[in-house]
């Protein structure tokens, strides 16, 4: 499995504006893309750094991920997402590593990413997403 | 304010072995340093990505703020560092667009960094380091 680096930090946001405007206007970082993912029930709006992206989760519905996640934790730091080169050799490697995944199969996240994550048991309380880039 | 890009993703850890473990040897990150920041009562380990890096922070004290956070929170992300190019500047414009910053003046952080907090109640909660490079 090759890890190519740090694609984007993942923000539980309830306000969109308020925290899209302190990425934007007080951090100035470049607006990338505005995207539902409905598979996940979320408005992804990603921020891009000069290296690493901030992408900011707003719920779509009461029972996704990150209505769940705020509801216990309030809103801030979801996810670090790490990109790798392959989807399949990451998701092998880490079975073969009894590292624990949510799922079995990658899916389609922001930008057309195929997505998996671990479970932050196998992490020490971290949720980590791992995504291969679409050609 | 010039921000460079995502220094490193700060996390809390409980214990230090099983947390680099997981980042060493799963993920493949290769090590940079293990150091003590008294200030801040953590000791600090340090792994480098292709971009950005990760932060593991073990507290050393009882009063610690990493020491509070795993209290309330459990281990996980404790916070988001950016690399600005003059943290003079950078503290002088957080304060003239009224963002709250933890302390007035920066403290030497990890790696000889001159560092500085902004108040998780400005960034939608998500507590973000601000942080010069030591030349």
Redesign the interface.
């Known amino acids: 499995?090759?890890?190519?680096?740090?694609e984007h930090?993942g923000?539980?946001?309830?306000?969109l504006n308020?925290?899209a405007k302190?990425w934007k206007e007080?951090?100035?970082?470049k607006h990338l893309s505005l995207e539902d993912v409905d598979g996940q029930g979320v408005t992804t709006d990603i921020y891009q750094?000069?290296?690493?992206k901030i992408e900011l989760l707003l719920s779509k519905c009461p029972d996704s991920p990150i209505e769940k996640f705020i509801k216990k934790?309030?809103?801030?730091?979801h996810?670090?997402c790490?990109q790798v080169e392959n989807i399949d050799d990451a998701i092998r490697f880490?079975f073969e590593?009894k590292?624990k995944l949510i799922g079995k199969e990658p899916t389609i996240g922001a930008e057309g990413y195929k997505v998996i994550f671990i479970h932050?048991n196998?992490?020490?309380?971290?949720l980590?997403e791992l995504a291969e880039k679409p050609i």
Do not use: E, Q
């Not at 499995?1 to 740090?6: F, N, P, S």
């Open positions: 499995m090759k890890v190519i680096g740090i930090i923000i539980a946001v309830t306000d308020s925290s302190f007080v951090i100035g970082l750094a000069d290296s690493g934790r309030g809103p801030g730091i996810h670090i790490l880490m590593n590292i932050p196998s992490t020490g309380g971290v980590v």
